[in-house]
């Protein structure tokens, strides 16, 4: 893909992190963008970022839409049509994701499922309601956001990551299996699957949110999850006090975001210079390439104590 302008693409999660990052760089190169969210007051702050392009011209559309509803998507879909007077999009990036779900043994399998029908049923559903109007383009092209966790399932020999790691593997298999599968029956319809390592975002603080609802009015419950957690990683958590669990878990949002080797905009450069350059495969930050290459060379070490710590745990 030469070019950005003139193009339409669909962003999920674009009201935050990468999707933001996303939204921004495609509307400066000249890209019309529908992004969706389940936060309308995040999707507002991202079109307001791209105020520049929309007085040039770019139209921004945002659209409410739960990436794990079907009929959702299908609403999104039908109004990408009419607001973008199209009957196809160039450009489709699965991003949406939260955190979550870690262990498939203690946690709730509400929490379990909705992290796995966000983060793989997402990227499913969104390529099952948006693959008719990628079709229906001269050259379309999928981005599925897969991650680390789609190659190496934990954050640490001792920090599980269950639902999260099994929906970023299948995300990564089907987009493997769909880049054949395309190159033989639509081969003007292209993928990447992308793998970023630790980057800079709100995803640590916006999951905490979703589960345990503000740092402030966590309930007895919630705090004994937080601590029974913290726990279970080896810290000496049972005895914190109430505040010091709210103010450590607000500063570990926080230094996930802030202490991060590579920030969100960086994240969306690099995708967006692989998707140009025809790479399927996108690595993004040094902390993935070097995983990526450790899993390889040694998989049976790879979950064993001391093989790598990768950011902190969410
Ligand atoms: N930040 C990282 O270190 C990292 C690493 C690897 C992969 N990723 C992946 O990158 C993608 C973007 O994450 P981010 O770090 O920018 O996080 P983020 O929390 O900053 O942004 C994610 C966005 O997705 C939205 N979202 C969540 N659930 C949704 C749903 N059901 N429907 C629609 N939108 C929904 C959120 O509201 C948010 O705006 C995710 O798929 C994530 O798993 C992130």
Redesign the pocket.
């Known amino acids: 893909m030469e070019s950005f302008a003139g193009q339409i693409a669909v962003v999920?999660?674009?009201?935050?992190?990468?999707?933001r990052a996303l939204v921004q760089q495609l509307a400066a190169a000249g890209c019309h963008v529908a992004l969706?969210?389940?936060?309308e007051p995040?999707m507002a702050g991202t079109v307001e970022l791209c105020q520049a392009a929309i007085d040039r011209g770019v139209r921004i559309t945002a659209h409410r839409?739960?990436?794990?509803s079907e009929s959702d998507l299908n609403n999104f879909r039908e109004q990408v049509a009419q607001q973008h007077g199209a009957a196809h999009i160039n450009l489709l990036f699965n991003?949406?994701?939260?955190?979550g779900g870690q262990s498939f043994l203690r946690d709730n399998r509400e929490q379990w499922d909705r992290v796995f029908n966000?983060?793989w049923g997402?990227v499913y559903l969104g390529c099952r309601v948006f693959m008719p109007m990628l079709l229906a383009s001269e050259r379309g092209h999928i981005i599925n956001?897969?991650?680390?966790?789609g190659f190496w399932a934990c954050m640490g020999a001792n920090v599980e990551h269950t639902a999260?790691s099994a929906a970023?593997f299948a995300v990564k298999g089907f987009s493997e299996a769909l880049l054949v599968d395309l190159r033989k029956h639509a081969p003007h319809v292209t993928i990447s699957v992308v793998m970023?390592?630790?980057?800079g975002?709100?995803?640590a603080i916006?999951?905490h949110k979703l589960w345990l609802g503000d740092a402030d009015t966590m309930n007895a419950q919630q705090l004994d999850s937080v601590r029974e957690r913290w726990s279970s990683f080896g810290a000496d958590a049972a005895q914190l006090p109430d505040d010091t669990v709210r103010e450590l878990l607000r500063k570990g949002g926080e230094d996930f975001r802030d202490n991060?080797p590579t920030s969100?905009e960086r994240a969306a450069q690099i995708i967006l210079a692989g998707v140009q350059q025809g790479q399927w495969r996108i690595l993004v930050g040094n902390d993935a390439q070097a995983l990526d290459q450790a899993v390889r060379e040694h998989p049976e070490r790879a979950y064993d104590a001391g093989f790598m710590q990768i950011?902190p745990a969410v």
Not at 95 to 99: D, K, L, Q, T, Y
Not at 145 to 149: F, G, P
Not at 196 to 199: M, N, S, T
């Open positions: 999920t999660g674009g009201g935050s992190g990468i999707g969706c969210d389940i936060s995040d839409c739960d990436v794990a991003n949406a994701g939260v955190s966000i983060c997402g956001i897969s991650s680390i966790n999260y970023k970023p390592g630790h980057i975002t709100d995803i916006n999951s991060a969100a950011g």
